[in-house]
């Protein structure tokens, strides 16, 4: 009998930039979708403590700005620093509920000397254990302003309920090797974490699944005009220059024949579930196996650098 799972997408907005109260809504959420018996939960990109929306409103490559210098102090200080235990009780909710979870960050890491801040997708296995720290290779756009690039000691996939997950953030999705590194370890359920929107998830998440022929779970966040709380700083500016919606959601999943088992899901907060069938991955490498039996490494291979970076050795 091949593995079957259960995963939970949590569609949600931030309380924006306050740490201590997105952790809340995190939290609640574990413990709704391990009720329901899910095995995997997966929140959206920078969900924790939010998606740096004031660089395209507020002039975010102006240099030298007061109002630039103090929103990003302001995000540092709302960001996750994992040496700090920051993570500490998500990983005792995942050992309690045997639950995994892949969440994505802000990290502010003191192993690069505690003052710069990278796009983390963060994974914790059902034992409670951070199995990798995943370092978004490159900032998109003007997200390169306030986030540093990362590395490649993240690029892992883990074992769990029979099936071998992995994931990306964002605009990474579209980086070829990137990809192709997480298929070569056996990954057969592709995690694919966003800010939102439909926009972003629509095309791609199929496009991975039949690429890959595994599943595809893309998770993405939402983000109203109205969300940004008023001890925001800067608030008037930033909610001037904001749309209406700024993120609406676009959660899916897609089977590894390419065809949705979810399709995406815009403008609404919750917790939504698919089932995973491990046999209908067996049945689809059956014609393609991009790191198998339709691969050709005497003629082409990748080289994955997975050290950590750092500047002191």
């Known amino acids: 009998m091949s593995a079957r799972m259960k995963i939970a997408m949590a569609q949600m907005a931030p309380v924006w930039l306050d740490k201590r109260a ?9 413990e709704a979708a391990a009720k329901q018996e899910a095995g995997l939960i997966v929140f959206g990109e920078a969900l924790l403590p939010g998606y740096p929306f004031w660089l395209a409103l507020t002039g975010g490559a102006e240099w030298n700005t007061s109002l630039n210098k103090k929103m990003h102090a302001h995000y540092m200080e709302q960001s996750v620093c994992i040496e700090q235990g920051d993570l500490e009780q998500l990983c005792q909710l995942s050992k309690k509920y045997q639950i995994g979870v ?28 951070i199995g990798s720290v995943h370092r978004k290779l490159q900032p ?34 579209w980086m070829p090797l990137p990809r192709a ?14 800010p939102g929107s439909k926009h972003n998830t629509q095309d791609i ?33 930033i909610q001037k220059q904001a749309p209406g919606t700024l993120a609406d959601g676009g959660s899916c999943v897609a089977g ?6 979810c399709e995406p899901i815009v403008g609404q907060e919750g917790i939504f579930y698919a089932e995973l069938d491990l046999k209908r991955v067996y049945e689809e490498r059956q014609n393609f196996d991009p790191s198998g039996h339709y691969s050709r490494p005497d003629v082409t291979q990748l080289h994955l650098n997975k050290t950590r970076q750092q500047i002191l050795k």
């Open 22 to 30: 997105t952790l809340k809504k995190i939290y609640a959420a574990v």
């Open 102 to 129: 892949y969440l994505g960050v802000v990290e502010r890491p003191l192993q690069r000397g505690g003052h710069s801040l990278y796009c983390s997708l963060v994974y914790i296995n059902p034992e409670g254990t």
């Open 140 to 173: 998109t756009y003007d997200e390169r302003l306030t986030w540093s690039p990362g590395d490649g000691n993240g690029l892992q996939t883990h074992s769990l309920g029979g099936f071998e997950v992995g994931g990306l953030n964002c605009w990474e999705n």
């Open 181 to 194: 590194a997480l298929y070569a370890q056996g990954e057969n359920v592709h995690v694919a974490v966003w």
């Open 205 to 237: 998440t199929r496009f991975i699944a039949k690429e890959s022929r595994s599943y595809v779970i893309s998770v993405s966040a939402l983000m109203e005009r109205g969300d940004f709380p008023d001890q925001t700083p800067f608030l008037e500016e």
């Open 256 to 261: 590894p024949d390419g065809e949705w088992v």
